[in-house]
């Protein structure tokens, strides 16, 4: 065995120590520096989110204004905790959420002996708007309401007045006042045409009467021709698996950005709650739609100045004709765009719907409206919804089982 001297084993051990403080060193410089990247990255994230986080108001002026203004984000507390797609939907959720208000209604009811009594409607959801408290939300959600409520995220409550709605689109807009000094939160309008599939989308709304609920999903379609509640056809509807549920319509589908991209309107489910198909009004319709409510009151659309009625097979037989499906064109205004165009009304009087009124037959019927098959009223309103009075529209008509081609110029 090797024997080793007293001074020695001393530089031994001192020459020990000294490497392990080094070595010491060494880590936590390098755990230090991992640690500043990580929180440079967070930084990074939240500065992103607050330069494309935009909300759009107006607070001057008589008309809304559309314009996507630039916003601050509240700052996340804690950030590095959370991950990059949490993060995003915490600033999102915080940008937008107190913009979406409760809206309950009350409606008139009739007892057995019919008087008149007030009861409570239904409830939904809605986007503020502009600062001087307009609201969008779905006609379905207002329809037939005697009264109608706005509850704002601090338990505020206000009773707001219709502006203005439009069956074809489902849309309504609805304002109530705001007192003196309040200053309302916003959400804006993002671009719907710019949406794909796959696309991360969120939602804010109060399913079954619960507050300001988030929920996040994608976008599962687009473009899809879908038939609401109010026997309309709403094309370009956007198709999405996030959750939307009753109390959701009329509550924002928003983009990653905090922008609304369209308006959640209804689900296909046989249970009556979500099954991951929802469908929302994309925000290009929405746009042009509320410029006119608020202008209007109504949505100024074109139209074929012509008395119209959905074929069916019994009329189609009665009259003998070789096609079923369409619209019959009962009657043209005199001196009209439509009858210019050469558009042919009937000739012969018959009764129609148990003899309540009076239709003609023997005139032309529409079967395409620019390329659009036309099989019902449904579809020749959707065909015009996003016509103006002046367009012209190429139509195809069926008269003595032939086909020709018209181009009519709508009327107002």
């Given amino acids: 065995m090797r024997l080793y001297s007293r001074s020695f084993t001393v530089?031994?051990?001192?020459?020990?120590?000294?490497?392990?403080?080094?070595?010491?060193?060494?880590?936590?410089?390098?755990?230090?520096r991992k640690s500043q990247n990580a929180g440079s990255d967070t930084e990074n994230i939240s500065d992103f989110v607050q330069t494309e986080a935009q909300i759009g108001s107006s607070d001057s002026g008589n008309e809304l204004s559309l314009e996507l203004n630039p916003s601050t984000v509240i700052p996340v507390s804690n950030s590095s905790l959370y991950t990059q797609?949490?993060?995003?939907?915490?600033?999102?959720?915080?940008?937008?959420n107190e913009a979406v208000v409760n809206i309950n209604t009350k409606v008139v009811a009739y007892d057995w002996f019919l008087d008149p009594y007030v009861q409570d409607g239904g409830s939904g959801s809605g986007s503020i708007i502009d600062k001087r408290g307009y609201v969008l939300t779905n006609v379905h959600v207002i329809q037939d309401a005697s009264k109608i409520y706005v509850?704002?995220?601090?338990?505020?409550?206000?009773?707001?007045?219709?502006?203005?709605?439009?069956?074809?689109s489902d849309l309504a807009i609805i304002k109530f006042s705001p007192p003196a000094g309040i200053e309302l939160k916003t959400i804006s309008f993002g671009e719907s045409k710019n949406l794909v599939v796959g696309?991360?989308?969120?939602?804010?709304?109060?399913?079954?009467?619960?507050?300001?609920?988030?929920?996040?999903?994608?976008?599962?379609g687009l473009g899809r021709p879908i038939q609401n509640s109010n026997k309309r056809i709403i094309r370009d509807m956007i198709q999405t698996d996030t959750a939307i549920n009753p109390?959701?319509?009329?509550?924002?589908?928003?983009?990653?950005?905090?922008?609304?991209?369209g308006i959640n309107t209804m689900i296909m489910s046989n249970s009556g709650s979500s099954s991951g198909v929802g469908f929302a009004v994309p925000s290009e319709t929405a746009k042009r739609v509320v410029a006119d409510l608020i202008k209007y009151g109504k949505v100024q659309r074109g139209t074929i100045d012509a008395s119209i009625v959905?074929?069916?097979?019994?009329?189609?037989?009665?009259?003998?004709?070789?096609i079923s499906s369409g619209i019959?064109?009962?009657e043209v205004a005199k001196g009209g765009n439509a009858e210019k165009a050469g558009l042919r009304g009937?000739?012969?009087?018959?009764?129609?719907?148990?003899?309540?009124?009076?239709?003609?037959?023997?005139?032309?019927?529409?079967?395409?409206?620019?390329?659009?098959?036309?099989?019902?009223?449904?579809?020749?309103?959707?065909?015009?919804?996003?016509?103006?009075?002046?367009?012209?529209?190429?139509?195809?008509?069926?008269?003595?089982k032939q086909n020709y081609s018209l181009n009519i110029k709508l009327s107002e």
């Fill in 199 to 220: 696309q991360k989308v969120i939602a804010i709304g109060n399913p079954f009467g619960m507050e300001r609920t988030m929920t996040t999903g994608i976008v599962s």
């Fill in 328 to 330: 019959l064109i009962s």
């Fill in 346 to 400: 009937g000739t012969k009087a018959v009764y129609y719907g148990n003899r309540s009124s009076i239709i003609y037959i023997g005139g032309d019927v529409i079967t395409k409206i620019d390329d659009i098959t036309i099989s019902s009223l449904a579809d020749y309103y959707s065909a015009l919804e996003s016509k103006k009075p002046g367009e012209v529209v190429s139509v195809v008509v069926r008269r003595n």
């Fill in 85 to 96: 797609d949490e993060l995003q939907n915490i600033n999102v959720y915080q940008l937008c």
């Fill in 310 to 322: 959905q074929l069916n097979s019994r009329i189609a037989q009665y009259a003998g004709l070789d």
């Fill in 247 to 261: 109390g959701n319509s009329g509550g924002p589908l928003l983009n990653t950005q905090g922008q609304m991209i």
């Fill in 11 to 32: 530089k031994l051990v001192v020459i020990c120590c000294l490497f392990t403080v080094a070595l010491t060193t060494v880590v936590v410089k390098t755990l230090d």
């Fill in 151 to 168: 509850s704002l995220f601090d338990g505020t409550q206000y009773e707001a007045e219709v502006v203005g709605q439009d069956l074809d």
